[in-house]
């Protein structure tokens, strides 16, 4: 099977960029999108095709590419943006066409 | 607007069945691709299985092959997913969703889940 690697946890103060990485051998080939979650809630997608942002979620949240990496970044986090956070990609071959990272929780400090 | 409401989770015993049904509405469900995802108490999502628009063709994790079918009734615009041979792992808040993406633009769907928990 295929994974994905995130980091368990990332702190940052109020005001900060966080940066939240996601790394995969298909990465180089394939889309990667991630996804907010709050407790009790169902994900919400804040970045899609590693880079695009969706309609309504704020410019605060951006997607890069590098290689086998992919990187969420959040600028000027705000206490509202605590969360976890999910990358997701398929593999090369397209058996596993939603394959997710373990997940990273955002803390706020 | 657009809605998926899953429905038929519960607790079950190990080795028991369970149908899980996600209704939608407000889109053209019969034209997407529909995936169900899956998460445990306390741990990530884990993608469980999807089906092309039209049913012809399905993808499985490989902890579910073989014991889960995927399904759709198009014709009800719903979405299935039999579970058989249930093991305490599956215990899981199920969800189906999708995601339809365009050359900059992107439609993402998810209903808001339903709990599945396999007990004796």
């Known amino acids: 099977s295929y994974e994905l690697t995130q980091p368990p946890s990332v702190s940052v103060s109020p005001g900060q960029t966080a940066r939240i990485t996601c790394s995969g051998d298909?990465?180089?080939?394939?889309?990667a999108y991630w996804y907010q979650q709050k407790p009790g809630q169902a994900p919400v997608l804040v970045i899609y095709k590693d880079s695009e942002r969706p309609s309504g979620i704020p410019e605060r949240f951006s997607g890069s590419s590098s290689g086998t990496t992919v990187t969420l970044t959040i600028s000027g986090v705000q206490a509202e943006d605590e969360a976890d956070y999910y990358c997701?990609?398929?593999?090369?071959?397209?058996?596993?066409?939603?394959?997710f990272g373990g997940g990273t929780k955002l803390t706020v400090l | 607007q657009v809605q998926l409401v899953e429905s038929g989770g519960g607790v079950v015993q190990p080795g028991r069945s369970l149908r899980l049904s996600c209704a939608a509405s407000?889109?053209?469900?019969?034209?997407?691709?529909m995936h169900w995802v899956r998460q445990a108490p306390g741990k990530g999502l884990e993608w469980v299985a999807v089906?092309?628009?039209?049913?012809?063709?399905?993808h499985y994790a490989d902890s579910v092959k073989g014991r889960f079918t995927i399904s759709r009734d198009n014709s009800k615009n719903t979405l299935y997913l039999q579970m058989n041979s249930l093991r305490a792992e599956d215990t899981a808040v199920y969800y189906c969703?999708?995601?339809?993406?365009?050359?900059?633009?992107?439609?993402?769907?998810w209903g808001q889940g339903t709990l599945v928990t396999v007990s004796s």
């Open positions: 997701q990609s398929a593999d090369s071959s397209g058996t596993y066409p939603w394959v």
């Open positions: 089906i092309r628009y039209d049913g012809s063709n399905k």
């Open positions: 298909a990465l180089p080939k394939q889309y």
């Open positions: 969703a999708g995601r339809v993406v365009g050359a900059n633009t992107v439609f993402d769907y």
């Open positions: 407000g889109f053209s469900f019969s034209s997407y691709g």
